[in-house]
């Protein structure tokens, strides 16, 4: 049988491993970084018809200026990465580089009514700058569209354009349908616009933390 005393010690050990401090990597430390959107940013939305092909840009971004990275971690895993912020690219800006082209674009996305198209971001699988310039990294976005809203897995490339710079290029490819939309046709019907649109922007961003 144990000494009184002896017992005494092994019930304080247990107490005290019991009650030991958390290792602070256990904790979760969000990673905020603030980055401003450049007006060198660009948009395009890229179609064809029966007959050619066609490409509407907004070649300088004048609309909200600010994005977030949010990166969530517990310990040295990393549980999440949300981007926040949004593009707003005024529809009256787009220019197909044909009159006639550029008035029916904005016509079919019914611009008077619903004068920008939104681009609001939710989340990366990583922080693009964590990987070799032109790696692919995956997110998801939400776009609105001639008062119609839609999720989207984007398709991203990554690269950096000087110290704090960075640049994100981002495609998908969705169609007039998916907004409610149709696509236009001219001429009797003789001229038809096919449903797919290949949609790509060049976000380039500069870190101000």
């Known amino acids: 049988m144990l000494p009184l005393k ?14 030991r401090p958390t290792p602070s ?16 940013s660009t948009l395009s939305i890229a179609g064809s018809t029966n007959i050619n092909k066609f490409c509407c840009q907004v070649t300088e971004y004048t609309g909200p200026d600010t994005l977030m990275t949010l ?9 999440g990465v949300s981007l926040q912020g949004l593009l707003r690219i005024d529809i009256k800006d787009f220019d197909c ?3 006639i082209m550029t ?14 198209l939104i681009i609001s971001f939710l989340s990366l699988e990583r922080l693009p700058f964590d990987g070799p310039d032109n790696s692919a990294v995956k997110g998801w976005v939400e776009v609105g569209l001639a008062g119609a809203c839609k999720k989207f897995e984007i398709c991203y490339t990554s690269g950096k354009s000087g110290g704090n710079d ?14 409610g939309l149709k696509a ?6 003789l001229v038809r ?7 790509q922007f060049r976000l380039r961003l500069h870190r101000i933390n």
Not at 6 to 19: E, F, K
Not at 25 to 40: C, D, F, L, N
Not at 184 to 189: E, F, L, T, Y
């Open 166 to 179: 960075l640049e994100l290029i981002g495609v998908r490819a969705f169609g007039f349908s998916d907004f």
């Open 71 to 79: 990166r969530e971690t517990g310990g040295v895993k990393e549980t």
């Open 103 to 116: 008035s029916e674009f904005k016509h079919t996305l019914k611009y008077q009514q619903y004068p920008e």
């Open 25 to 40: 990597g256990g904790a979760s430390h969000p990673e905020r970084i603030k980055w401003i959107v450049e007006k060198t």
């Open 97 to 99: 580089r044909n009159g």
């Open 6 to 19: 002896s017992i005494y010690l092994v019930g304080l050990c247990v107490l005290l491993w019991a009650y």
């Open 193 to 199: 616009v096919n449903d797919q649109l290949d949609v």
């Open 184 to 189: 236009p046709r001219k001429m009797g019907g």
